[in-house]
């Protein structure tokens, strides 16, 4: 993952992150938006005034970002005892390419009791990796497709249930980490794919993760499989919005995340 | 629904709208959170500079919400052909007390296709009507529960799941508006109440709103009814999160929703 440098602006509040694309995470157009979303975040994981570990983020790709350099502005909005709010602008020269706000928050032990189950599922060693070539950023995850793969014909007959499951991690492995696992959320192919075996231009407008992990979890999680599904809810007048989740090897629920695709027709 | 006056800056991209918190939307501290949601909203809506109709919308909690004056600052940070990207900040005096972003598009006809059938019920007529009474807001929600009410007793035997469904409009009914819509997706009770019949101190902290319906859809669902469901998925030191839907009357989704509460204990 491509680290940022910072260059801070005296002792304010506002510092801006550089940092640059990556070719190995390229997609069709630019980088691939996961990697964008955790360049954002990592503006703030990086940021010297940051309270806690991440529970909300959304990050809202603005504009096709450009290979090449990029400035973050992550700024504290408002700093609480426990949680802080954050407002992040993600610039290449004058012009925005991505928003998005953070909530960080030092968490502290209480009832827990995720609702969610872990689907069942076969052993990630258990199930056939799909190699998908075309762009770069694909041979950074290895793919297990539970079910939901992408069409093997794009015929044009759709199934009415958009639902992936995969076992999925990064490739090469690395432990996860905040920002890996906003990188990760973004894994899904476009839910509409399934819907309509049929391509059209199309890209993430906007994305929220909640994180259910603290950095006990992500440890454990290590650089293990996660089970990740993801179905489409709304699809109309050019855009549609799908639900994830994302469950460690061990069962564990770290984050649920949620996104919206335009499409073009 | 309170109205916002705005004072324009000059002709700068940054204009301030003005409002107050409104009594009849009390919650036990200051304002109901949903209607400082569609406030922050509505500065959007009211923008001299928009450019179409909400597609995504995310609102953070930053701060208790003092009963009286506010301002707020929606800056468009990025304008494309077709798609503009909204940085909202509410203050009072000061003080963050919300931060936000939102995506608005002129929306175009395309192939659409729901993927969630809202679920089976009876007519709204026929489902009793539920009279919650301690704070001004719950009178301003017609709500007619189909399940996962709150506990009748508080006597911590708490259900597994924490699916609630019921039809709600407001009251006194109104045409439905990307305002209202926005405020009616914050009408879900805790869901940890249904999950450990245990009250604790808790708040929304982030709530995000996709529209699926646009003006045309907005005016067919009208003053009537609208189904809204929600369920909880990950609960855990201190925060937890729902996932829910927001169907028309007539079956159409208008809206899909998402947020993260902070709990005590």
Known sequence: MPSTRRSRCSRTTTALSRGRTSLPYANFIGPYGGITAAQCLNAVLQ???RLGDPVAFTVNFAAAVADG??????RPARTNRST??????MLQGEEVVA?????????RPTWGGHELPMPEAPRPQDVARVTRRGVAWLERYEMRFLLGMIPRDWDGQGASDS?????VRDDPPRPL???SLAALCDVFFPRIWLRRARQTPLGTVSMTVYFHAGAAQLQAAGAGYLLAQARGQGFGSGYFDH????WSEQGELLATTHQVMYYKE
């Open 177 to 179: 980490d905040f920002a």
């Open 163 to 167: 639902l992936s499951r995969l076992w």
């Open 84 to 89: 802080q709010h954050w407002i992040i602008e």
């Open 47 to 49: 940021h010297p005034q």
């Open 69 to 74: 350099g990029f400035a973050i502005r992550a």
């Open 243 to 246: 639900t994830g989740q994302l």
């Open 99 to 107: 928003t998005g706000t953070a909530l960080t928050a030092l968490r």
